[in-house]
């Protein structure tokens, strides 16, 4: 038994490969808070790998309310919310965030991995079918084979190519699509309105998992169903808190009969501990703070215009991104590796994205933009990425083409 196991990770050789050529770039320890400088090797290191797109991780009156929290509750609930876990504060941010995305009802899990693999595992079975972009996120994916029902993938963001694969389905089949709304590593936007007319012409649901997009973009940052004013026409919002709110955790909204069927329904809900008060209370904080300052959002937007205007005009690849998630292609899982060990050396943390994540020939170093960063720190990593292509002569992907 125990030379199975030992057998079975004998081949997997991708870490050790990376790490004897002294470019692993993975579990890197962050000796310091998640913010525009964090502290690696008791180096100053600038951050652009973060999805704190708000910069909110280290705000004060998160801070204050997160420790508010614990003295009132403690730190943890022991339990699920089915039991002995639910608090107030966690009923409190349900009918905080259905408000805040505009629907009827919420339900709040404890990550946001565990929302995806809950919902979709318990409101799709055997004979139904789920319809996938092809580049949504692993959680939505692990979801879908969770629940065992017939998995269909078109190709990403193609509105022809899920048209085609809806129309060869019963007529009378359950069927629902699941869509990232800001793709996690290419940025770009879901083509929203084409896909509510296409599910209308099918009959066909939709769920639409928007990680990126809160505090990003629609009002106030409420996501995608909000930037195109479809928020009646989406059936269910899933969302994160570990990206722009700061915190741990994520949520389903949608009408108050379907978060009733998923409250009682999700395993990933009814068999997992509930949110610590800590987490509940920084989330609620944060929707304090985007709801009374939304310049915090332009901040973002400005940050993103300007850094994206200086990768293209150095002729950076940045593919079609429309987000903060600034896609910077090499097409080379080594050289990514090469670049992102130079440019952490060099005083840059940025995220390396290889298969399986995106397909193999689209390795791509993932840039991310935060409302906190200044001009002067986006010119700084500029710079820095310019000259570690340069001094790995890696090309810019245009100078190919
Ligand atoms: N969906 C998407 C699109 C994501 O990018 C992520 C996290 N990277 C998740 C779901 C899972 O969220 P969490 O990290 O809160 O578990």
Not at 182 to 207: H, R
């Amino acid at each position: 038994m125990r030379k199975k196991l030992h057998d079975r990770v004998a081949s997997f050789k991708d870490a050790s490969d990376l790490r004897e050529k002294g470019l692993y770039p993975f579990f890197r320890a962050i000796e310091s808070g998640q913010d525009t400088r964090v502290m690696i090797d008791g180096k100053e290191v600038l951050m652009f790998g973060s999805n704190s797109y708000l910069g909110l991780t280290n705000h004060p009156k998160i801070k204050e309310a997160a420790k508010a929290a614990i003295d009132k509750y403690g730190t943890g609930c022991a339990g699920s919310r089915f039991l002995n876990g639910t608090l107030d504060i966690h009923l409190a941010l349900e009918r905080r965030l259905a408000q805040y995305v505009g629907k009827p009802a919420a339900v709040i899990f404890s990550t946001g991995f565990q929302v995806n693999l809950g919902v979709l595992s318990c409101l799709t079975g055997r004979n139904d079918y789920l319809i996938l972009d092809e580049y949504n996120h692993a959680s939505i994916i692990d979801g879908s084979r969770l629940s065992f029902s017939r998995v269909i993938k078109y190709a990403h963001n193609n509105m022809q190519d899920l048209r085609v694969k809806l129309s060869l389905l019963p007529e009378e089949a359950t069927k629902l699509i699941a869509v990232d709304g800001i793709f996690s590593m290419e940025g770009d936007i879901v083509k929203l309105p084409e896909i509510v007319e296409i599910a209308e012409e099918f009959g066909a649901n939709i769920f639409v998992d928007d990680a990126h997009s809160l505090g990003v973009i629609g009002m106030n940052g409420a996501g995608t169903a909000s930037h195109f004013n479809l928020t009646n026409e989406v059936d269910l919002i899933m969302g994160t808190f570990s990206k722009s709110f700061a915190s741990l955790g994520g949520f389903i909204a949608g009408d108050e009969d379907v978060i009733d069927y998923i409250k009682h329904r999700a395993r990933a809900l009814l068999f997992s501990a509930s949110m610590t008060p800590a987490s509940v209370a920084s989330v609620l904080a944060a929707i304090d703070i985007v709801e009374s300052d939304p310049g915090i959002i332009d901040k973002l937007w400005a940050n993103t215009n300007y850094a994206k205007k200086l990768l293209l005009a150095e002729g950076f690849d940045l593919g079609g991104t429309e987000s903060p998630i600034l896609p910077i292609y090499i097409r080379d899982n080594e050289k990514t590796f090469m670049v992102t060990n130079l440019l952490q050396e060099n005083g840059l943390f940025v995220n390396p994205v290889v298969s399986p994540a995106v397909p193999s020939d689209s390795s791509l170093i993932r840039f991310s933009l935060m409302a906190s960063h200044t001009f002067g720190q986006i010119d700084e990593a500029v710079d820095k990425l310019s000259k570690a292509f340069k001094a790995l002569s890696v090309p810019l992907v245009k100078e190919n083409i």
